[in-house]
């Protein structure tokens, strides 16, 4: 009797895992959870320099504290230009900009633009030695990109103009551009530059926009590889704005509705000017903010607070899964961007190799190749500490 109670017991037990087990599979199934899913966060930010010099350091930090406190926190974070005022002591506020942000995330884990106000490629360069070493030859470190999770991260150099002084991406960059873009089998392409393509307020008309057939020939490639968001500084406001048909002209025709979202609020002086408000759907917020992007697959969804923490916008934006793409797993990214790495093991030898990151766990650094037109300019004699000294 007390061996049929004791199978009994065993019984039910075994009954009740299996029924738990089951429920708890019926509801992650409802709530659209795959094992499998290519899942990561990570955050834009831009234009934290001061008002008058260097930074505006207590916005920054408050910004990058409400960034930390993120659960989970981001994998990496992108910053749209402008960091600091520059002028003669440019290294000098790009090296304490490092400084202040690597107190909240190791510095390998941040992926600035060259902007206007540190327009010195050179030196944006040295100081930030850590970025990927996919580059365009002859812009040094301002034009590179990374592959992290299903998206490639593209950083493009706005700050280069025409014979006319205009702001431009010219052809250059653009053949680079659309070499990268074209068959590299990502479901999502984030784009990120300083001067926007439309600006809308106070740089409106001495932007991208000043050279308005170079700026079309760029965002025709945008539209042809329908990428996921253009990412922007230079007008210290948030505002996000759609380029559709609507803005056809100089013989390009757009059939892709892609957004263009400026990040300009982490320190500069804010101003909400609008003298264009074709097709903007939220904006110009003169509040200092960071946006959040959660990435699931083909979903992508931005959401964007201030500096309270309130949310300014959210959307999301999809894009079919390329099933046959061969994917880099959530955690590593190109020299040094895994967010588990410590900042100095792994480095950019400044002579268009990188070292192979040691084995921390579960996630490695690939190990990036340097090809074609990606080489990068050699910049390994000079030193941050050179940079200073002069």
Partial sequence: MTINRSKKTVFIALATILFVSLLMSS??????VDANAISYRFVVMGDSRGSSDGINESTL?????????????????MFTGDQVQGGSDVAGELVEWSDIVDDYFPINKYYPTLGNHEDDEIVFSVVFDHLPINQLRGYNSSAYYFDYGNARFITLNSNRKDREGNYVIDEEQRAWLESILDTNGKTHNFVQFHVPAYPIGSHYGNSLDE???ERDALWDIFDKYNVTAVMTGHEHNYNRREINSSFNDNGYEFENNIYQVTIGG?????TSTNRDSRSVEVGPVANYHYMVVDVLDGVAEFTTYDINNNILDSFTVERQENNGAAELPVGETPNSGSAEL??????????GNVTEAPNTGSS???EATNTGSS???????????DLLDN
């Fill in 61 to 77: 930090r408050s910004l990058l504290s409400e960034v930390e406190s993120l659960e989970p926190k981001p994998d990496f974070i």
């Fill in 211 to 213: 050279n308005a057939g």
């Fill in 375 to 385: 080489d990068v300019t050699d910049t390994s004699n000079t030193e941050v500490s």
């Fill in 342 to 351: 410590p900042v100095d093991e792994t480095t950019n030898t400044g002579s």
């Fill in 27 to 32: 509801y992650v199934g409802s709530k659209g």
């Fill in 364 to 366: 490695d650094v690939t």
């Fill in 266 to 270: 982490a320190g500069a002086p804010l």
